[in-house]
């Protein structure tokens, strides 16, 4: 029996019409575990399984990309042909396998996208497309897309949610937020076009639903779709919480089914150091005060839907989240429906299972170093795969010491 403490992080809740057990979402987290042509790799499906056993109500996958030229790191996943439909059957199926195994029905969704211009020394070698001649923070510009582009980049979107359906997935969520495509759309400070996919709120918000129309017309409406998008670039000139909720108000209007709250594009990180460019360059989190560092934009988001009582979609929080009692306060006090972790759970993928059998309840052991980020941004297809690097060498330095 579940602790009364507990009860509602522990309780069900739905996206769209899919059940999800708890509260606890496992965020999107790039892996660099899949072959160099992107296909599923037994190391990826270790992985997924013992997210499934560790106790989270839902995993989603690491960004995995629609069409080749959107791929912005080593050994990303790839879903731009019916060719990767098999691998990616056998990781939800394992997935599947697992969570029933220790009887917590866990659902996994499979995070899509395209980079455009936001690339690392890593990714895509040819040209670069965006929504506006944009610089890349590796100094390549991008070249804008034609309007039939566009609508054509839409349809692979559309494409991508269609075999991750086919391939057993509960849902999809478009990545939507820390500058990639999707953002180069909607955010002020990367799309400067001046035709109909620029200037006003519902223009830049039109890629989005251009995709939501492609991907219904092959999935139908009981298919969840869900998005990542920022509530804020965290750069001057950017999107702020303000245009942010607008934003959201449009996409739960044409029917996203959730949307997780997370903040920054790599500009945001350039003048601090090569290390800190993805969004998680957040350190030193506890030292700083950093904990939950988008709630404000989270609820701002929250109050602007709730306005509107035929608009009834969860909201996920993402960011510095690594106290049970905080998420446990969210979920209790804001309306937030469920709270997302990436890092305390590539350190501890059985955290959810810890606090489940709580208390006492253990902030995580992550301490947001962010050397799993940089192995791979320094490594490259040499990273043996995103795991606690941290870890490891705090295990080495215990072997030496007792040797
Ligand atoms: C190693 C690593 C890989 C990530 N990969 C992705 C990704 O593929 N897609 C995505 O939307 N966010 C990705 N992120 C960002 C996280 O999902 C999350 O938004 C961010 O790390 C803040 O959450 P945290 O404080 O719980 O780590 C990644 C973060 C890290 C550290
Ligand atoms: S290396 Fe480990 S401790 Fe450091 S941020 Fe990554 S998961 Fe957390």
Sequence with gaps: MINKDLSLVFSPEKIGNVEISNRLVRSATYECMATEEGHITDNLIKIYKELAMGGVGL????????????????????????????GLSRL???????????????????????????ISHWGWTGELVSSSPTESVIQKIARPLKIEEIIEMAEYYGEATNRAKKA????????????????QFYSPYMNHRDDIYGGSIENRAKFVLDILKSSRKKVGYNFPIIMKMNGSDKIKGGLEAEEAAKFAYIFAKAGINSLEISSYIWEAGRRESLISLPPEAQRNIRQRGLEAFNLEFAKKIKEALEKDSSINIPIILV???????????????????????????????????????GPPFPEAE???????????????????????VKKEKEERKKKRRNV
């Excluded at 989603?60 to 990303?76: C, F, P, Q, S, W």
């Excluded at 939800?92 to 936001?118: P, R």
């Excluded at 960011?319 to 209790?332: A, C, D, N, Q, V």
Aim: glycine share 12%; net charge neutral.
């Design 92 to 118: 939800a199926g394992n997935y599947h396998d697992a969570t029933k195994e220790v009887g917590n029905d866990s659902k996994i969704f499979l995070q899509m996208g395209h980079c455009g211009v936001q």
């Design 319 to 357: 960011g510095g989240l690594y106290r049970f009692e905080t998420i446990k306060s969210i979920i209790e006090t804001t309306g937030i429906e469920f709270c997302s972790m990436c890092r305390p759970l590539i350190r501890q993928p059985d955290l959810p299972n810890t606090w489940r059998n």
């Design 59 to 86: 995993t989603i996958t690491g960004h995995a990309v629609v069409r080749e030229d959107g791929k912005n790191l080593a050994k990303m996943s790839c879903i731009h042909s019916d060719d990767y439909i098999e």
């Design 366 to 388: 992550c301490i947001h170093c962010n050397l799993c980020t940089k192995d791979f941004l320094v490594k490259g297809p040499k990273c043996k795969g995103v795991r606690c």
């Design 168 to 183: 057993g997935f509960d849902g999809v969520q478009l990545h939507g937020a820390h500058g990639f495509l999707i953002t």
